[in-house]
């Protein structure tokens, strides 16, 4: 009887060492917590374009700043048939709110292939290089020059 005590007590005690290991706790999932930007597969389908925008911009020049860029994107008023809306929606903030609220859904295999396609962009292409300007550095204007134009790209988006 001993004997078969101490083995459930070994085996409880092992399973629960696995178990506790295993959680992370709430943070995880606590939305109160301040964390690190969100990924892209989390993120609305225009704020992860332009996380990924800037993310490209600042890889490839020196002078373009990623919080520079992420807050001069929304202001822009070029981005609208890049990504499948008509022309003169409005300024890229007008987008992400109408998609935060629903009226605009877009295509979540499109916003990945867009994403992907940016990612894979070289320093040296001519959509990079038309983008932006290191004798401009907070001159965000021609950003839309980077997005793809592939028909199952960033055009499908919306």
Known sequence: ????FKQA???ISVSL???LQACGGTEGGNPALNSETPSAADQAATEALIGAICKKLSSC????DET????????STDI???IGLPEGFGTYDSIIQAEKNGSIVPNPTARNVCITDLG???????AVQSAYSDAAPDDYSS?????????????AIF
Do not use: Q, Y
């Open 68 to 75: 520079t860029c992420r807050a001069a994107i929304p202001l």
């Open 80 to 82: 609208d048939t890049e």
């Open 143 to 155: 950003v839309f020059e980077i997005i793809p134009t592939g028909e199952n790209s960033c055009i």
């Open 1 to 4: 009887m001993k004997h078969e």
């Open 61 to 64: 020049f020196p002078s373009a």
């Open 9 to 11: 007590w070994l085996t």
């Open 17 to 19: 060492i696995f178990l």
């Open 120 to 126: 894979t962009l070289g320093c040296e292409n001519a």
